[in-house]
Nanobody, 120 residues
């Protein structure tokens, strides 16, 4: 119901920055909220940041003040600017998007994930 393709992961040193991008395509209805989640080795997937279609954002406490989520509704894209990266930010980052339907529950789609590794 939606295809999400992420890019921008990589290996960086602590204190450096990365910008993740995610573009949605092949969606069958309106795109609602979009977000970024991450999963560290041996841990559950957790919310990093989320943005509604009207631009309201929320962040996990661990990234507030360092990460910024934004979106381009024309391009159907969501971005995550990550500054002052720490070793504990290491993980696979997944893009998500809600596809909103009038008569059905929203469908949440996921990207394939992009690896972010921060060396200390």
């Amino acid at each position: 119901q939606v295809q999400l393709v992420e890019s921008g992961g990589g290996l960086v040193q602590a204190g450096e920055s990365l910008r993740l991008s995610c573009t949605a395509s092949r969606f069958t209805s309106k795109i609602g909220a979009m977000g970024w989640y991450r999963q560290a080795p041996g841990k559950q997937r957790e919310l990093v940041a989320r943005i509604t279609d009207s631009g309201t954002t929320n962040y996990s406490d661990s990234v507030k003040g360092r990460f910024t989520i934004s979106r381009d509704n024309v391009k159907n894209a969501v971005y995550l600017q990550m500054n002052s990266l720490k070793a504990e930010d290491t993980g696979v980052y997944y893009c998500s998007a809600e596809v909103v339907y009038i008569l059905e529950d929203p469908h949440v789609g996921w990207g394939q994930g992009t690896q972010v590794t921060v060396s200390s």
